[in-house]
């Protein structure tokens, strides 16, 4: 799994008359249209980062929510976000869906004890880490409890309810501000403005913060894995300049904006550049004809047709020059998640403010909100509208430099739920209006125009229930309460299904997870939630045991079945995780044994 083999010259096999040849066609021609019922799951190009077999110093791990998209497609075909890390064919034809959440256990206890694990690596041929949640100051089950509310279920809402307020309070549905409640209390203003004033006389500026405050340091920009010298893809990447100049509070901001579409080796291929200034004034625009073929324009986010690039010349090298040239030695980069833009520019840059790091709504910091949701709180200003098609690179470039601006003018807990203390920023009520807004504003619209997916939650087992899909939970009780669903489900939500779809089973041992689920194999989704308690932790031993764990489990799986082991971590959030997957297929001998007998 995690060492390259070499392989051993084939020995040369006499010929084939011309009646085995036809024989051996026919075979291969029926293993493959048998293989072709199969789902196919594989790490794509923007995955391979992750991968365990890539250089430890150069992996970029995925995130908890990418392994979450993975187990929600799985179970019911639905993609919540553009990126994806994986390619999941004929998802319709999984049979059975095995989830195997084991805490306390990292990617160094598999990569450094790989003799434990004999069974568990002949069944899983790769695998990605796992960025630790605990990294964030997000606990791993409620990251996974917890889901995007459907385009369906946000439709619905103001069919069944009078308000947003009365949703929430039926406990089906969740806001962010749920998960930080003490952020957002009110704060007391008395005796502020002197406060401020005397803070600000002792920064020597007059702004709430500057910009050097506000930028990104070096740690920030190696943990969010920002393009960086040396590192993994990025050693082939440019700089925006030949040499810098230090940062100070004069030193200009730019903000960018790039949009791309889906090369047909699973790479972003840059499409479209903004840039605007600080005045929110254009100084740069351009159309970029990718350097390989497009497998997917997605023009509804990124609003590229074929059409728009048709006669295009320009090209990434062309992009990258006329942006060095633009750009000062001193000059600051703004932008909302710009490390992916980055990406897309193959470019190095030291001095960034991003704005989905300076702002934060959900109390956790890999947790980012939409540009367009805090474009709405902060500044009221409406962007990524419906009636257009795809984003506006000028349009975010600019909403993404207002927010700095802003920021710049309130001071460096404004907007921040992580920066600790009380809410600095628009009141929990002014939050739940806009989201309010955008979901009862007209409800003849089938979709709202405020894309809530990540603001507005569901409980992933409702999710499942409401599938109807019948589903074994198997954990200890601290995880229960964070993962139980409410019940019975409405029906105005959610139709009528059973209320009794997810079987909730307390379990605190490893040896037993076997055995409980013994009974309980024909069901569509088995959910097993444990921690690898320290008394557990004789030496290696509780190695052995989660070996023999997952390969059991794997070999009661049904056949078509996908299975997904996820290490969690460590208790230190430096120490990540791990996931493994696979989709259970015959072997060949099997294969041929069960369909071609008589050779």
């Not at 430890?56 to 994806?84: F, T, W, Y």
């Not at 000028?394 to 404004?414: Q, R, T, W």
């Amino acid at each position: 799994m995690f060492a390259v083999k070499v392989d051993q010259p084939a020995e040369k096999k006499p010929r084939l008359d011309e009646e085995d040849f036809q024989a051996l066609k026919d075979k291969l021609k029926a293993r493959k249209k048998i293989f072709k019922n199969f789902p196919l799951f594989k790490i794509i190009e923007s995955g391979t980062s992750a991968s365990v077999s890539t250089p430890k110093d150069s992996r970029i791990p995925i995130s908890v929510k990418d392994v979450q998209d993975l187990i929600l497609l799985s179970v019911s075909g639905e993609v919540r976000h553009l990126n994806r890390w994986f390619l999941l064919t004929q998802w319709q034809k999984i049979s059975q869906t095995a989830v195997l959440v084991l805490e306390n256990v990292s990617v160094n206890d598999i990569e450094n004890n790989q003799d434990l694990f004999p069974r568990t690596l002949g069944i899983f041929e790769d695998g990605v880490e796992l960025l630790n949640s605990n990294n964030a100051g997000l606990s791993l089950s409620v990251a996974l409890a917890y889901s995007p509310i459907t385009h369906m279920l946000k439709s619905r809402i103001p069919k069944v309810y009078t308000s947003l307020k009365e949703a929430l309070d039926n406990g089906h549905i969740f806001s962010i501000t749920d998960f930080t409640e003490e952020s957002y209390q009110e704060k007391d203003t008395s005796g502020d403005d002197s406060k401020k004033q005397d803070q600000t006389e002792m920064n020597g500026h007059t702004k709430g913060c500057s910009k050097p405050e506000l930028m990104l340091n070096a740690l920030q920009l190696i943990t969010g894995y920002y393009p960086f010298p040396g590192h993994g893809r990025a050693k082939e990447f440019v700089f925006t300049k030949d040499r810098y100049e230090p940062v100070t509070e004069n030193s200009p901001m730019f903000a960018i904006d790039c949009e791309w579409c889906l090369c047909v080796d699973g790479t972003n291929g840059l499409a479209r550049v903004a840039i605007v200034d600080e005045n929110l004034d254009p100084v740069y625009h351009a159309y970029v004809l990718p350097e390989k073929p497009v497998r997917d324009y997605a023009t509804k986010w990124s609003g590229i047709t074929p059409a728009l690039l048709r006669g295009i010349q320009k090209r990434l090298f062309d992009v990258q020059q006329d942006i060095r040239k633009l750009l000062p030695p001193d000059a600051i980069l703004v932008g909302h998640c710009l490390r992916g833009d980055l990406l897309a520019l193959e470019l190095f840059h030291p001095y960034i403010i991003d704005s989905a790091v300076i702002y934060n709504m959900t109390g956790c910091r890999h947790m980012k909100s939409k540009l367009q949701f805090l474009s709405k709180v902060f500044c009221d200003r409406d962007i990524q509208s419906l009636d257009r098609m795809g984003h506006d690179p000028n349009e975010d470039a600019s909403a993404s430099m207002e927010l700095v601006l802003l920021k710049m003018g309130k001071g460096l807990k404004y907007g921040d739920s992580c920066s600790g203390g009380c809410w600095d920023g628009p009141s929990k009520e002014k939050i739940l209006s806009v989201m309010s807004d955008s979901i009862f504003h007209s409800r003849n619209k089938s979709e709202s125009e405020l894309d809530l997916q990540d603001v507005l939650l569901m409980k992933f087992f409702t999710f499942v229930q409401s599938l109807d899909k019948s589903t074994v939970l198997i954990t200890q009780p601290t995880y229960d309460k964070i993962y139980r669903p409410k019940t019975p489900l409405h029906s105005g939500l959610f139709g009528n299904v059973k209320a009794d779809s997810v079987e909730i089973v307390p379990e605190t041992k490893l040896q037993n997870i076997v055995p409980t689920l013994e009974s309980r194999m024909n069901k569509d989704l088995l959910y097993v939630h444990m921690s690898v308690a320290d008394e557990e932790k004789k030496g290696n031993e509780h190695l052995k045991i989660l070996d023999d764990v997952i390969a059991d489990v794997y070999d009661k799986l049904a056949m078509r079945g996908i299975m997904i082991v996820i290490f969690g971590g460590k208790s230190n959030p430096m120490e990540n995780g791990m996931c493994m997957i696979r989709v259970k297929k015959p072997c060949r001998e099997d294969l041929l044994r069960d369909h071609f007998p008589n050779q």
